[in-house]
Structure formats: structure tokens, C-alpha cells
């Protein structure tokens, strides 16, 4: 793993929302910062409403990570695309991500 990269457990339940829908609920988030990065929560798949989402086409590599795949959300306000992404297969070090999902500002992830 770079040495600019942390990854830690995050403390006490979080909800994940796409506009006003809640589309998860976690106790098993993980904080990733990254450099100068602000901090972003990984939250287990298995913690959000998958039928909410549909894997897009998009992917993007970075060089610490590995490649991500992205996910659109849907709710009844509309469609948010490529608004989550995932490290299915991560770099070594970042397993701790493996599994999980991350978000762009448009869902947010706050404590409970």
C-alpha cells in the first residue's frame, strides 16, 4: 500500500442517502484518506440496497488502488450516474476495501 494512503475502521453507525432516500445503513464502514484527499467512507455492499444501483460501463484506474468500477443510483427523486464506485480487486494493502462501495458527494454517508 502507498504510505499516503490510511485505511481505519470508521466508529458507530452511518447512513448512506441518495437525495432523501436512504439507500443504507452501516456499523462497518472504512475510513480511506488519502494524501490531501478528504476522507471517504467504504461501506460494505452488503450494507446498501443493491437493487438501487446498476453497474455502468465507466471505469478509471489509479495507480495506489487498482481499477474502479462505477454504479448509477436510482431513486424516486432520479438517477445519479456513475455516483458510487468500487475496488473489486484492490491493490495489496487495500484489501480492506475489497467489497465495498464509495460515493461521490451527491450520496452521502453521516453518522446515524
Known amino acids: 500500500m502507498a504510505n499516503h494512503i490510511t485505511l481505519q475502521p470508521a466508529v458507530g453507525t452511518h447512513v ?3 437525495g432523501k432516500t436512504v439507500i443504507g445503513t452501516t456499523k462497518r464502514a472504512v475510513e480511506l484518506r488519502e ?3 478528504g476522507l471517504v467512507h ?3 455492499r452488503d450494507d446498501i440496497d443493491m437493487t438501487r ?5 465507466r ?3 489509479c495507480p495506489w488502488k487498482g481499477v474502479a468500477n462505477y454504479y448509477s443510483v ?4 432520479g438517477r445519479l450516474d456513475n455516483a458510487v464506485w468500487t475496488y473489486e480487486t484492490p491493490k ?3 484489501e480492506g476495501i475489497a467489497g465495498h462501495l464509495a460515493f461521490y458527494p451527491s450520496v452521502t454517508v453521516t453518522p446515524a
Open 35 to 37: 494524501g490531501t484527499y
Open 53 to 57: 444501483l446498476e453497474r455502468s460501463t
Open 92 to 94: 495489496a494493502g487495500l
Open 16 to 18: 448512506v442517502r441518495a
Open 42 to 44: 467504504y461501506v460494505p
Open 59 to 61: 471505469t478509471t484506474t
Open 74 to 77: 436510482t431513486t424516486p427523486e
